[in-house]
Antibody
Framework: QVQLKESGPGLVQPSQTLSLTCTVS????????VHWVRQPPGKGLEWVGA???????DYNSALKSRLSISRDTSKSQVFLKMNSLQTEDTAIYFC???????WGQGVMVTVSS | DIQMTQSPSFLSATVGDRVTINCKAS??????LNWYQQKLGEAPKRLIY???SLQTGIPSRFSGSGSGTDYTLTISSLQPEDVATYFC?????????FGSGTKLEIK
């Protein structure tokens, strides 16, 4: 069945770089897009960005200068890298196959010294 | 970027009530509008995709409608398990954008 699972550090220091991995199973990255969505504690959902089946990417306008999404199709993994992290980036980060309606459980990332 | 204005932000209703939640886009999104339900501590769950297609396994009391810039999620008969926050998402054009959410509680 379709599964997505996020992994990465729970704590990142301010100004450092966040690296997250989304490992998928049950579908092919070359046929499906994967999106990242984040949710600050107690707040709403924010679309972060996506990598499309062909490998192209789209990013949230406000995060574009700090964000990179890539993938390794042989490992069925999608990567998110965001630099210059600030406390406002503290959130649960989800990966999702928006087109198929499946979501990972999310990973909590706290930006703090 | 397309802005999504969702209303109301908070809704309190009685079991059995008909409930509607609205999303208005800042421009035509060609029915590329999804609805999600998020319960406390869980990942969002897709209820409706492309305005009015019901996700497999979702009860038929949930329905969606709309066109152009205006979209509605309707719960025909509110159940206790529907307590959650509901979000819309436009996926007509990137960057995609979510509505701000509607927190639904039972009176």
């Amino acid at each position: 069945q379709v599964q997505l699972k996020e992994s990465g550090p729970g704590l990142v220091q301010p100004s450092q770089t966040l690296s997250l991995t989304c490992t998928v199973s049950g579908f092919s990255l070359t046929s499906n897009s994967v999106h990242w969505v984040r949710q600050p504690p107690g707040k709403g959902l924010e679309w972060v960005g996506a990598i499309w089946s062909g490998g192209s990417t789209d990013y949230n306008s406000a995060l574009k200068s700090r964000l990179s999404i890539s993938r390794d199709t042989s490992k069925s993994q999608v990567f998110l890298k965001m630099n210059s992290l600030q406390t406002e980036d503290t959130a649960i980060y989800f990966c999702t196959s928006l087109g198929r309606g499946y979501w990972g459980q999310g990973v909590m990332v706290t930006v703090s010294s | 970027d397309i802005q999504m204005t969702q209303s109301p932000s908070f809704l309190s209703a009685t079991v059995g009530d008909r409930v509607t939640i609205n999303c208005k886009a800042s421009q035509n999104i060609n029915k590329y509008l999804n609805w999600y339900q998020q319960k406390l501590g869980e990942a969002p769950k897709r209820l409706i995709y492309n305005t009015n297609s019901l996700q497999t396994g979702i009860p038929s009391r949930f329905s969606g409608s709309g066109s152009g810039t205006d979209y509605t999620l309707t719960i025909s008969s509110l159940q206790p398990e529907d307590v959650a926050t509901y979000f819309c998402l436009q996926h007509n054009s990137g960057p995609f954008t979510f509505g701000s959410g509607t927190k639904l509680e039972i009176k």
